[in-house]
């Protein structure tokens, strides 16, 4: 597929409602870093130190977390696949797992969060009307990274179908 010019890749990561909180124990950031939170999801936080945020954070849910099952990843991936290249995207690979999902996607920089937010609609509709899905299915927001060259794209290729080793919904684009 040939693509405009202008189209850039990016790593697209959307995550399910309720299942990455402020003060969660595996690390988290604060919006626009406006607090140092000591940690990340490779180096977590000790044991314990935000436990009073995440429990606060938890009360403030309107809904219960989401964890998608098997039979719903690859729905709410193929709607995802399906509502990007509608819009205009080469999307390359697709993970979803049980809470959140991973994307390899060339599109217009100007344009990353629209589509992405478009396809998260997307998906919600169709297991709305497929499933009778009903609450909330995503986080807000979500993150797009530009992807800077080469052996950045090849490394998160690779880290997105690695989700399949933990029973993720995995899939990628293949010449017809």
Excluded: C
């Excluded at 870093?33 to 606060?56: F, L, S, T, V, W």
């Excluded at 589509?115 to 927001?141: I, P, Q, T």
């Amino acid at each position: 597929m040939e693509t405009p010019p202008d189209y850039r890749w990016f790593h697209v990561v959307l995550t399910t409602y309720g299942t990455w909180l402020y003060g969660d124990p595996r690390g988290f950031r604060t919006r626009r870093h406006m607090e140092h939170i000591e940690g990340d999801y490779k180096n977590p936080p000790p044991a314990g130190k935000y436990a009073e945020q995440e429990q606060r954070s938890r009360e403030r849910l309107k809904h219960d977390p989401v964890h998608l099952s098997t039979n719903l990843k690859s729905l709410v991936g193929q709607s995802l696949v399906d509502r990007l290249q509608s819009l205009g995207a080469f999307v390359l690979a697709v993970a979803v797992a049980t809470k959140h999902a991973h994307l390899l996607v060339k599109l217009p920089p100007s344009k990353a969060t629209l589509w992405s937010g478009a396809a998260k609609r997307h998906a919600w509709f169709e297991l709305r009307e497929k499933v009778g899905w009903s609450g909330k299915l995503w986080a807000r927001k979500g993150k797009a990274t530009p992807v800077k060259d080469r052996q950045h794209q090849l490394n998160v290729y690779r880290y997105i179908l690695k989700h399949e080793r933990q029973e993720a919904w995995t899939w990628k684009w293949q010449k017809k």
